[in-house]
């Protein structure tokens, strides 16, 4: 008998633990239950392994990595125009966007304005300052809502456009602020989507940088977004023409630690784009 009941719990142990036969796509609910389980774990330590700790911040990125004595404020606008429409487009903020410029009553400054030669055709990018930061910004925007002149030149100018995107930038504390220079010259405008996160990694290793790359006084300006594409950040560059931004970009890689920049910060770009900008006949920045 005690064999017997030993027997039978054998074969129950058993047949829990096998295929059966009208089912072999699947196993018994409680065999199931076990491998998954254990996956389970091993697949929690083994990630384990890989998570990073975050150190704890006590200030935001943008206190961390932006200059503090100045407050400046960025605007940058990407307006893409109707292609047969491209040279009035042109001669309308050439008759306005100096005026506001040149008054004092806007505490805002243009810093730039182009079009787009190599990149998206047909398109114009303007750079504005504000100083005194998002007051500033605010008391522009109310000011020319009153200005006849600006609202004219807006609604003729929406007749002229395919679309337009802004952002609100930041401008890098180990960066030049851009300030008006002679031409004639191109420009680069290199814009990186950064992996959410990284920005104080990209921040420690272009304070180094950027060192390297003034020595032939290319670097124009640096920013990172605040309002927009977030985790964008956008170098500014002038070269003389393009074979000498091709020389001063091939001399970079001679010079010691460039190449161990390029090497850390890659991983963190998700998305890169670089324009060729020539600019308009107002611009600041020839």
């Known amino acids: 008998e005690r064999f017997n009941i030993i027997e039978r719990r054998r074969n129950a142990i058993k047949s829990t633990f096998t295929w059966r036969p009208k089912g072999r796509k699947r196993l018994h609910s409680r065999s199931k239950t076990i491998k998954s389980l254990s996956a389970f774990r091993e697949d929690s330590w083994f990630k384990s392994l890989f998570v990073r700790k975050v150190d704890p911040r006590k200030d935001a990125h943008s206190h961390l990595l932006a200059k503090k004595e100045d407050n400046n404020l960025y605007k940058i606008q990407f307006h893409n125009v109707k292609p047969e429409c491209l040279d009035a487009y042109n001669k309308l903020c050439e008759d306005v966007l100096p005026s506001i410029h040149a008054d004092s009553e806007y505490p805002c400054e243009l810093v730039g304005t182009w079009n787009t030669w190599y990149g998206e055709q047909d398109?114009?990018?303007?750079?504005?300052?504000y100083r005194g930061g998002y007051?500033?910004?605010?008391?522009?925007?109310?000011?020319?809502?009153?200005?006849?002149?600006?609202?004219?030149?807006r609604n003729e100018r929406g007749k002229m456009l395919l679309s337009r995107r802004n952002q609100l930038l930041r401008e890098f504390s180990f960066w030049n602020e851009p300030v008006p220079r002679p031409g004639p010259n191109i420009y680069e405008l290199r814009s990186y989507q950064l992996r959410p996160g990284t920005m104080i990694e990209w921040g420690n290793y272009w304070a180094r940088a950027i060192e390297i790359r003034q020595q032939n006084h290319e670097a124009v300006g640096g920013f990172f977004?605040?309002?927009?594409?977030?985790?964008?950040?956008?170098?500014?560059?002038?070269?003389?023409?393009?074979?000498?931004?091709?020389?001063?970009?091939?001399?970079?890689w001679q010079r010691e630690g460039w190449d161990e920049v390029v090497y850390y910060t890659v991983p963190l770009i998700q998305h890169m784009?670089?324009?060729?900008?020539?600019?308009?006949?107002?611009s600041p920045l020839k």
């Not at 784009?273 to 107002?282: A, F, G, L, Q, W």
């Open 123 to 129: 398109q114009a990018v303007h750079l504005w300052r």
């Open 135 to 153: 007051p500033a910004l605010t008391e522009v925007m109310n000011k020319l809502r009153q200005n006849k002149a600006f609202m004219d030149y």
């Open 273 to 282: 784009e670089s324009r060729i900008m020539i600019p308009m006949k107002t």
């Open 225 to 252: 977004s605040q309002i927009g594409n977030l985790y964008t950040v956008h170098h500014l560059w002038a070269y003389k023409d393009l074979q000498s931004r091709e020389d001063t970009r091939n001399a970079a």
